[in-house]
């Protein structure tokens, strides 16, 4: 299956700015043959999804509500991405279970709730350095998989270590052939034939220069990029090293 390259450009860029960004990509773009995604902030939704029409580049949110509509000052829900042009959302990620305590159930919600808006989600997992150092990450990861997805599920896993998220430090192709084999009996555990073919990013300071030894590596599905997708050429050469089918 072709790899997927998915950009999260967390709270950065303003609007010119993304609009700039997504057009840069869009127009490297072309002869790639990766599935290409990237997801600005929900406010810039939008004017990218404009920016990108007609591109082989889909806009996804960062967050949505478990809510469809609703009394949630502040919160995005499910069908206004769809509505602004969104095709897919990232959930669970590390920051926002660290800052807004997001555990395993909300994110099952919120994933159920971007399913039923009809967005395909990026379920996010990974362990923390202290849990790697005590020999854990394999059974927090396990138990994030069992929390946060639900049966069926049809999106897409991220293990995204968090100790490697914009911090320099990659897993090596080991950590990452291991927890992502891990991760694929887990979800045959849970899925059946379905968790063979769900596809597993592996995120934590990819960049151009790492990009095509990580996507290499059996189970690895395509990327989740931070930092690197806000550079339209880093993101582009990321983009040029994953698989086309
Ligand atoms: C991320 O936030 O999902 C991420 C992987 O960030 P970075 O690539 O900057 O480590």
Redesign the pocket.
């Known amino acids: 299956m072709r790899q997927l390259i998915a950009g ?1 450009w ?1 709270m950065h860029c303003l609007a010119a700015e993304a609009v700039a960004l997504a057009q840069g990509i869009a127009a490297g773009a072309s002869g790639i043959g990766a599935e290409l995604l990237v997801c600005p902030t929900a406010l810039h939704v939008a004017a990218v999804a404009q920016a990108l029409q007609g591109s082989n580049v889909a806009v996804g949110g960062q967050d949505c509500h478990q809510a469809k509509q609703g009394a949630h000052t502040g919160d995005i829900g499910g069908p206004m991405l769809r509505d602004a042009g969104a095709s897919w959302v990232i959930l669970g ?1 590390s ?1 926002r279970r660290q800052n807004h305590g997001e555990t395993d159930e909300l994110v099952r919600e919120k994933t159920l709730a971007a399913v039923e808006a009809g967005l395909t989600p990026i379920v ?1 997992v990974g362990e923390t350095a202290d849990q790697r150092a005590g020999g854990q990450e394999t059974e927090t990861v396990g138990w994030q998989l069992a929390g946060s997805l639900p049966k069926p599920f049809t999106g897409v896993v ?1 293990y ?1 270590p968090v100790w ?4 320099g430090k990659t897993a090596t192709e080991q950590d990452v052939a291991t927890m992502h084999a891990f991760i694929r009996e887990e979800l045959v555990r849970q899925f059946g034939d379905a968790g063979q073919i769900i596809r597993i990013l592996y ?4 960049k151009a220069a790492n990009a095509a030894s990580l996507m290499a590596v059996p189970n690895v599905g395509g990327a ?6 806000l550079n339209a050429e880093e993101f582009l050469a990321i983009a040029r090293a994953a698989r086309a089918g």
Request: glycine content about 24%.
């Open positions: 999260n967390k990620h920051e996010c991220a995204e490697a998220i914009g911090t995120g934590g300071s990819v989740l990029v931070g930092g690197a997708s």
